[in-house]
């Protein structure tokens, strides 16, 4: 998604947000995103998984959270 096309990161979550949102509809009960780290020099990248049960308003809340 931020692939040669300047973006925060806030600007990404709200992109994914908005789209989870749309498929909120179809009854799934919990939602979840994968965070790469910054360091993108180091050989060993480190994933941060956010993950909720419940609404997708509450990845929301937890991503802005930190």
Known sequence: MNYRV???????????????QRLEYRGYDSAGVAID???HEVKERHIHLVKKKG????????LYSK
């Open 6 to 20: 300047p973006k925060t990161r806030k600007e990404i979550f709200e992109t994914l947000i908005r789209g989870l």
């Open 37 to 39: 780290g910054n360091n």
């Open 55 to 62: 609404k997708v308003k509450a990845l929301d809340e937890e």
